[in-house]
T-cell receptor, first 114, second 112 residues
Framework: ETGVTQTPRHLVMGMTNKKSLKCEQH?????MYWYKQSAKKPLELMFV???????ENNSVPSRFSPECPNSSHLFLHLHTLQPEDSALYLC?????????????FGPGTRLTVT | DAKTTQPTSMDCAEGRAANLPCNHS???????VYWYRQIHSQGPQYIIH???NNETNEMASLIITEDRKSSTLILPHATLRDTAVYYC?????????????FGSGTRLLVRP
């Protein structure tokens, strides 16, 4: 238990669906992250939020839309996804006024796009 | 940003020490070495980090060579639950955003 929770753990959606992934951290951190992990590929950073402000968008397609209403919650809104978007989506957080590289990861959402 | 090189896979016997090497020959003076691991179907887990001195915590020890061009993560008594992919990461400069760049890592298999 890392203090970072993600829901749902598994999601199957069609290409025309709209769904959202949720992440919540109970660590009092101020920075939150979305990563994508495709099969047999390294983790890819998608978005970074610091004090609710987006500080990094790693050239992610607009069909992925993040939202950070407060420092404890992070969402990833999904619409018109492609089958190649099927992957493990991981959320992480860190205490930005200390070492930001000690990140705590959630268990991930396994997404399948049909 | 310094890049890292790790063996693709390693194995060790349960109860023995697992020594995972990492080369980072282009590391700069203000860059730290971080280790994470990822157990199958879980998110990555922070293990340890260091700058130039050797470090030890409840999970592992980190040995950094004097020239800082390589390091070794040591799991002193490996268990079956230590089977995972281990990532060696060199931290980006402080004026970059807070991001970790994960490479391919070393797949460690702990044998019974």
């Amino acid at each position: 238990e890392t203090g970072v929770t993600q829901t749902p753990r598994h999601l199957v959606m069609g290409m025309t669906n709209k769904k959202s992934l949720k992440c919540e951290q109970h660590l009092g951190h101020n920075a939150m992250y979305w990563y994508k992990q495709s099969a047999k590929k390294p983790l890819e950073l998608m978005f970074v939020y610091n004090f609710k402000e987006q500080t990094e968008n790693n050239s992610v397609p607009s069909r992925f839309s993040p939202e950070c209403p407060n420092s404890s919650h992070l969402f990833l809104h999904l619409h018109t996804l492609q089958p190649e978007d099927s992957a493990l989506y991981l959320c992480a957080s860190s205490q930005n006024d200390r070492d930001p590289y000690e990140q705590y990861f959630g268990p991930g959402t396994r997404l399948t796009v049909t | 940003d310094a890049k890292t090189t790790q063996p693709t896979s390693m194995d060790c016997a349960e109860g023995r020490a697992a020594n995972l090497p990492c080369n980072h020959s282009t590391i700069s003076g203000n860059e730290y070495v971080y280790w994470y691991r990822q157990i199958h179907s879980q998110g990555p887990q922070y293990i340890i980090h260091g700058l130039k001195n050797n470090e030890t915590n409840e999970m592992a020890s980190l040995i950094i060579t004097e020239d800082r061009k390589s390091s070794t993560l040591i799991l002193p008594h490996a268990t079956l639950r230590d089977t995972a992919v281990y990532y060696c990461i060199v931290r980006l400069p402080m004026d970059s955003s807070y991001k970790l760049i994960f490479g391919s890592g070393t797949r460690l298999l702990v044998r019974p």
